[in-house]
């Protein structure tokens, strides 16, 4: 019934029934938008939650517990012959008793305990030192390092004395000790520099994520080294130089379906392929950057390519007006323009395989390893298997350092996503 | 009523005005017309032409003289096929997948359409201007100097100075931007960018321009100086024009092709097909009774 068709008999109900209907489509629109407001909401609520939990579980790895110690080098306990021998530890925990002016009994049983305090780190830093120089025997040194885990815990309120004793790691002796530590201005805090500079450990206190990091780059390297180029021409091929046909159409679908399969298949098929067959060492960035490389490929064609449908053909048409060939007008005109889009669908699908986990697990890259990958056959580990390996360590200190390797791995993923931003940016910038 | 008889003075009316041309305008001779030669020898001869788009034939047998230094116009309803005979000129049919292209056309006795013949190098003597003004996203020169570039024409910086110069000059946009040349140019306005993409035309010494509808995206003093460029250019090149404007084509063209459903009905001196059609249906199109 349209307005021409209403009797002059009835205005005045028309006119309310019109009132009505304008009410109820205002109403629609409130609720819409109210539903709207309250997904966003809701979505924001478990980012927090996220967000909040894992740096209030992670923030205290970076804080850290050190000890000053003076150690006299007993000439007796060290053998010059032998340096890599010594009983390091046991020198330390000497000179730690030495401060609290307890002696060690006949079993050791005082020294060992003295020892649950302190990191092995003191040992290694006093080999160093002598292998530097050995005139250091007899003489006292003092040295820094970090507590053990358990008693950096203690400091942070994790071990409370409240607890019952036998369900702590350490007794109340200890942990008197350790007061008496403070009191004397031995024990200082700061910063955890360690966690940054050291690589796995079975130490918590000496574990950090550089190895991780490390690997993680170069992994990543490999990856966008080969899954860019090959996916951007690729993507380029399919778009402005394939015929549109059967055969077209069925690669189409081949891809976007590869896009959606679970990225264990594809560790599965590097085990298979690169493994297997072509014998890439197992565990190595190479083999790692060659499965996400696979994996990003789907995700970095279909980016690139709606990138280029999205650049206007009337450019296509002005370059091949003035006479470029194909090829010219692609890559001088149609892929510059598409550029912000090739590079953020590379970077975000980059910012993907850095947090892929399950295909690693099939390559072998799930080993525990303690230094710096150096290169890129040899064993490395990544940042999201480092996160897997900790979460599943039975030492308490992990845990807060898992929630810390989490904290770099999405540090990480920022700051590649701010880089696809700037880039893009900066390739928009020339219109 | 004058004002609309007097094309120059009424441009509100190009563009997508002719259903709403009276009668009269047929009568109006071409401002700047000086009654075209007779093509003894033709630029471009096209005979038999057919195109088909998948199955759907889109020409019909196009038998058509084209002189140069004149320019034609090519008049007609939309999707009459006007444009797609311009695109077969320079062979930019070839870019859709589902064109086909039958017959012959000849630019100075040799077929575009040989084996022999490179689009590429085909397309660096046949210009092309389209529709919407489509300069590349980079900077005037850029624009200019993209196809001396790439087809080599310049052998030197200077000398390709030179030939953005001249070509800007040509198109009369010099005097605007020869302050801003390393401005971009999608900044210009789009009077402007068409008058751009027209020395970018030029500046690869093309002998024919094709023109399909270039100012039916433009306002009507930017029609007008547009029409007036044409007219200049006509001394040294080939030109053909689609336009959707008849008081367009009677103002800026020597000859004007009437095509009506595929077919070419009628060709030949533009003041003959506007005051003496021979067709009636071209009569019928130019008094305003269809399209």
């Not at chain 1, 970076?62 to 390091?88: C, K």
């Not at chain 1, 292998?131 to 942070?156: N, R, S, W």
């Not at chain 1, 390297?221 to 059967?246: D, H, Q």
Request: proline share 5%; net charge neutral; aromatic share 6%.
């Amino acid at each position: 019934m349209t307005d021409a068709n209403l009797g002059a008999a009835a205005p005045r109900q028309t006119l309310s029934a019109a009132e009505a209907r304008l009410k109820k489509r205002h109403r629609a629109e409130r609720l819409f938008k109210a539903q709207g407001v309250a997904a966003i909401i809701i979505a924001m609520i478990f980012l927090v939650v996220l967000v909040g939990r894992i740096v209030t579980q992670g923030y205290s790895t970076f804080q850290t517990h050190t000890l000053s110690v003076a150690v006299y080098l007993n000439p007796e306990r060290i053998d010059t012959s032998d340096l890599s021998g010594v009983n390091y530890d046991y020198i330390v925990a000497e000179a730690v008793m030495k401060k609290l002016g307890v002696q060690d009994d006949d079993f050791g049983t005082i020294s060992t305990k003295v020892q649950d305090l302190v990191s092995r780190d003191f040992g290694f830093q006093l080999l160093n030192k002598l292998k530097a120089d050995q005139t250091l025997i007899g003489q006292t040194v003092t040295v820094t390092g970090p507590l053990k885990a358990d008693a950096d815990l203690y400091f942070k309120g994790q071990i409370e004395r409240s607890t019952d004793e036998g369900d702590r790691k350490l007794d109340n002796q200890q942990l008197d000790w350790l007061d008496k530590l403070q009191k004397d201005g031995a024990i200082t805090s700061g910063f955890n520099t360690g966690f940054f500079t050291h690589s796995d450990s079975t130490e918590p206190e000496q574990a950090g994520v550089l190895g991780a990091v490390v690997g993680s780059a170069m992994m990543l390297l490999i990856t966008a080294l080969i899954s860019v180029p090959v996916g951007v021409l690729a993507a380029v091929y399919l778009e402005e130089f394939a015929p549109k046909n059967r055969w077209t159409d069925i690669i189409e679908v081949n891809i976007n379906n590869l896009a959606a399969v679970p990225s264990i298949v594809y560790g599965l098929l590097g085990l298979a392929l690169f493994i297997n067959w072509l014998n890439v060492p197992r565990g190595s960035p190479l083999v790692g950057g060659l499965v996400l490389a696979l994996m990003a490929l789907p995700t970095v064609i279909i980016a690139t390519r709606s990138a280029l449908k999205a650049v206007p053909p009337s450019i296509r048409e002005a370059a091949l007006g003035v006479g470029a060939s194909k090829t010219q007008t692609v890559f001088h005109h149609v892929l510059p323009l598409a550029m912000p889009g090739v590079m953020t669908g590379a970077i975000l699908s980059l910012a993907h395989a850095l947090g892929e986990t399950a295909p690693l697990l099939m390559i072998g890259m799930v080993s525990f390893v303690p230094g710096v990958p150096e290169g890129f056959t040899s064993a490395a580990t990544v940042l999201p298997v480092q996160v897997f390996i900790w979460e599943n360590a039975s030492e308490r200190a992990f845990h807060e350092r898992t929630a810390a390797a989490i904290i770099v791995l999405l540090v990480f993923m920022i700051v590649m996503n701010a880089a696809a931003v700037i880039l893009r940016r900066r390739f928009e910038r020339r219109w | 009523m004058t004002s609309i008889l007097n094309p120059l003075a009424s441009p509100l009316l190009q563009g997508h005005a002719m259903t709403v041309h009276s009668p009269d305008d047929s009568t109006r001779a071409p401002a700047t017309s000086t009654a075209a030669p007779a093509t003894a020898d033709p630029k471009i001869k096209a005979r038999g032409v057919k195109v088909f788009y998948g199955d759907k034939q889109a020409l019909f047998d196009v038998d058509l003289d084209i002189p140069a230094k004149s320019v034609t116009a090519f008049i007609g309803p939309s999707g009459c096929g006007k444009s797609t005979f311009l695109r077969c000129i320079n062979r930019m049919n070839d870019t859709i997948p589902s064109a086909r292209v039958e017959g012959s056309i000849l630019i100075d006795g040799a077929d575009v359409n040989a084996k022999s013949v490179d689009p590429v190098v085909l397309r660096s003597r046949v210009g092309m201007v389209f529709q919407k003004p489509n300069p590349f996203p980079k900077t005037i020169f850029e624009n200019v100097a993209y196809g001396p570039r790439i087809h080599g024409l310049a052998t030197g910086k200077a000398e390709l100075e030179a030939i953005v110069e001249s070509s800007l000059k040509k198109a009369g946009l010099w005097n605007e931007v020869a302050d801003r040349l390393h401005q971009p140019g999608t900044g210009l306005s789009g009077g402007q960018q068409q008058r751009l993409v027209i020395a970018r035309a030029i500046a690869v010494s093309p002998e024919v321009i094709l023109m399909d509808e270039p100012c039916s995206a433009l306002d009507p003093i930017a029609t007008a100086k547009i029409e007036e460029l044409i007219d200049e250019l006509r001394s040294q090149f080939c030109i053909v024009i689609v336009t959707h404007s008849m008081a367009q084509a009677a103002r800026v063209s020597q000859r004007t092709a009437f095509f009506h459903l595929g077919k070419l009905v009628e060709s030949g001196p533009t003041e003959e097909m506007f005051t003496n059609p021979r067709d009636s249906r071209t009569q019928d199109y130019i008094t305003g009774r269809f399209g």
